[in-house]
């Protein structure tokens, strides 16, 4: 068997292809996992993890460049460099006049940082990165763990990793509804200065979560993206509501196709939710409604049609000729167009790490930039972390999320980056 060479360049997967030209100060594209562990983090022996996981992760070391026709990922000679946290959260990673990696690592106190441009990889793809970058950190930091004993559950080879899913489900054949979508609510108001993010982040009990919603029959997603709406809607006007709130919600593709991708691959769905202007409806009423969107769209065949919607960008053989620039042009009013909801709520799931490295990791985060309102969500062990971004100033949906779990008898621990006291 002979050994392939790694490619030096990559075509970037159908998902990716939408974030070069729609990338803004006010929206990087740019999403970060945090890992916070329960001693202060040894940034010397971060960086050498960091260099150790590199050697599995190859493709890390990619930069972004432009074609006549296309963006690509072309290999690089470049070293990630571990550095204390100074940069604005979810700073822009890409730019186009410098060589530069498309992701950063840095620590504050006991905190792990991974930022990654979303061209490079999704959540579930950066999260086996981090989860490799802990393991490595933490056999250096504790040398009485046993690496032959620990296993990670994910033995992807460097061209799993690489792969590119999309192109490999692409069947041309079922292709999804043209279901016209309704204009949605946007929220609007005062934003932040300096292209700033704001994020609020509530920590509650897993176990809490799932048994509130096995009360109303759900699941956990379905719920919170039900409070979530629930929020959006008490700060709405009579005349507000005469438009829908519209919840995008991405999903792992790999869920429904067998996948070892360490980059994109994953699809996004909509949830619509037209606000009783006669009398306000309860979470009750609004939860059957959420829960038909998602039985609906959660189906295998549903998934295959969006990876034909999202590859058949890249098969229009009139689009293949034109130009990058004009590409470029054409994807930022394609997006615009399509950006008709009012916010995202994704939710990353149960992040699992072996039993021998759990006592020494204390909680998980995970958020993203944003010109909307967004909740990103994910649990390790009992504890869930729901993170709120925001480019406004004012909070007063997340104010009411947090309200109504705690009508719930839930607590929830806050925390917050908000730097102006007036605010």
């Known amino acids: 068997m002979t050994n392939k060479r790694i490619p030096e360049w990559l075509k970037l997967d159908n998902a ?205 997603t379905v719920l919170l993206t039900a409070i979530f709406i629930k929020a959006i809607e008490l700060e709405m006007t009579i005349r507000e509501k005469r438009k829908p709130i519209i919840i995008a919600i991405p999903v792992n593709l790999r869920n429904y196709f067998s996948s070892q991708s360490a980059r994109n691959f994953f699809g996004v769905f909509n949830v619509i939710y037209f606000p009783n202007i006669k009398q306000e409806n309860s979470l009750e009423d609004i939860i059957p409604m959420i829960d038909q969107y998602f039985k609906t769209e959660l189906k295998k065949e549903e998934m295959a049609a969006i990876i034909n919607s999202y590859t058949s960008l890249e098969e229009n053989p009139l689009l293949r000729i034109v130009p990058l620039f004009l590409k470029n042009f054409i994807l930022k009013i394609a997006s615009k167009i399509s950006e008709r909801n009012t916010s995202t709520l994704s939710n990353v799931g149960k992040i699992n790490l072996p039993q021998e490295l759990q006592e020494y990791v204390n909680q998980f985060n995970v958020f993203m930039s944003t010109n909307k309102i967004q909740v990103c969500v994910c649990s390790y062990l009992d504890k869930m972390t729901l993170s709120f971004t925001s480019p406004f100033l004012n909070t007063n949906i997340e104010k009411n999320f947090f309200r109504i779990l705690s009508s719930f008898q839930m607590e929830a621990e806050i925390t917050t980056n908000i730097w102006d006291k007036e605010e």
């Open 16 to 220: 990716a292809k939408i974030f070069p030209p729609t990338s803004t100060k006010r929206d990087s594209k740019v999403f970060r996992f945090s890992c916070e562990l329960k001693e202060e983090i040894d940034p010397k022996l971060l960086q050498k993890a960091l260099d150790k996981n590199m050697l599995t992760f190859p493709f890390y070391r990619s930069v972004l460049k432009r074609g006549l026709f296309w963006y690509y990922l072309d290999y690089s000679h470049l070293l990630p460099t571990v550095h204390q946290e100074k940069e604005p959260i979810c700073s822009p990673l890409y730019n186009k006049n410098k060589k530069t990696l498309l992701f950063r690592v840095t620590y504050f106190k006991k905190r792990i940082n991974l930022e990654v441009y979303h061209v490079l990889s999704d959540g579930t793809g950066a999260l086996q990165f981090l989860k490799g970058l802990i393991y490595q950190y933490l056999l250096l930091k504790y040398p009485s763990l046993q690496e032959e004993n620990i296993n990670m559950d994910y033995d992807a080879s460097q061209y799993e990793k690489m792969d590119d899913s999309f192109q490999k489900y692409y069947d041309n054949k079922g292709k999804r509804k043209h279901t016209k979508i309704p204009k949605g609510f946007i929220i609007t108001g005062k934003k932040h200065k300096e292209y700033q993010l704001q994020v609020i982040e509530g920590t509650v009990q897993t176990s809490a979560i799932i048994s509130l919603a096995h009360q109303y029959h759900t699941t956990a």
